[in-house]
């Protein structure tokens, strides 16, 4: 899988969003950037679940500039994010 793809146009909405794999323990993560509108994943990062991991995947996706990003609230995205551009998913 690439790293990341190129859209034609600037996504309106971006979804990051962290996955976890239980082997052992959960020390392995993935990170995804989705376009919310479009199929395709911006970017991803595969590490642990800190700002170290998530750093080189802000540095691809924030280029993209999309109008919004989606999280859930992790604490490392405000250090990337800033508010005005930072939508928090609600629990359903």
Same mark, same amino acid.
């Given at each position: 899988?690439?790293?990341?793809?190129?859209?034609?146009? &600037?996504?309106? %909405? *971006?979804? %990051?969003?962290?996955?976890?794999?239980?082997? *052992?323990?959960?020390?392995?993560?993935?990170?995804?950037?989705?376009? &919310?509108?479009?199929?395709?994943?911006?970017?991803? #990062? %595969?590490?642990?679940?800190? #700002?170290?991991?998530?750093?080189? %995947?802000?540095?691809?996706?924030?280029?993209?500039?999309?109008?919004?990003?989606?999280?859930?609230?992790?604490?490392?995205?405000?250090?990337?994010?800033?508010?005005?551009?930072?939508?928090?998913?609600?629990?359903?």
């Amino acid at each position: 899988m690439p790293d990341f793809y190129e859209p034609e146009k &600037n996504p309106e %909405l *971006g979804e %990051l969003n962290e996955l976890q794999t239980f082997v *052992g323990s959960k020390k392995t993560w993935i990170w995804t950037a989705v376009d &919310n509108f479009e199929p395709g994943i911006l970017g991803w #990062a %595969l590490g642990d679940h800190s #700002a170290t991991t998530f750093e080189p %995947l802000w540095a691809i996706v924030s280029k993209g500039k999309c109008y919004f990003y989606v999280t859930d609230g992790w604490k490392v995205n405000p250090n990337f994010i800033t508010e005005e551009f930072r939508l928090l998913a609600q629990p359903i």
